[in-house]
């Protein structure tokens, strides 16, 4: 499975962005799929997850209400709409495809795309 993330720019404190995650092959539905981001000189942390046919998702706890997660199985794509964005937003975001059901983990991802800068303005 090959992803390649989108959707990433530069916005203003409060503003919203979306997200997107277009994934090659023909098994993308079987895939439980995930964000991460790495904000500068931290850790990447988990944002959300989305089972393989996207009825459960779960968020980190911190960006609940703020973040929302979907997919679409038959564009091979998921994607993350963001709202009343802040500074500390600010970040790379990865999307990642699991074999598992909802894992929250990183090293329980088998496929990483590239990333996507979002930079959120004060």
């Known amino acids: 499975v090959q992803l390649q993330a989108s959707g990433g720019g530069l916005v203003q404190a409060g503003g919203s962005l979306k997200l997107s995650c277009a994934a090659s092959?023909?098994?993308?539905?079987?895939?439980?799929m995930g964000w991460f981001r790495r904000a500068p000189g931290k850790e990447r942390e988990f944002v959300a997850t989305?089972?393989?046919?996207?009825?459960?998702?779960y968020y980190a706890d911190s960006l609940k209400g703020r973040f929302t997660i979907s997919r679409d199985n038959a564009k091979n794509t998921v994607h993350l709409l963001m709202n009343s964005l802040k500074s500390e937003d600010t970040a790379v975001y990865y999307c990642?495809?699991?074999?598992?059901?909802?894992?929250?983990?990183?090293?329980?991802?088998?496929?990483w795309g590239q990333g996507t800068l979002v930079t959120v303005s004060s």
């Open positions: 990642a495809a699991s074999w598992m059901g909802l894992p929250a983990r990183s090293n329980n991802y088998n496929y």
């Open positions: 092959g023909r098994t993308f539905s079987t895939y439980a």
């Open positions: 989305i089972s393989a046919t996207g009825d459960r998702k």
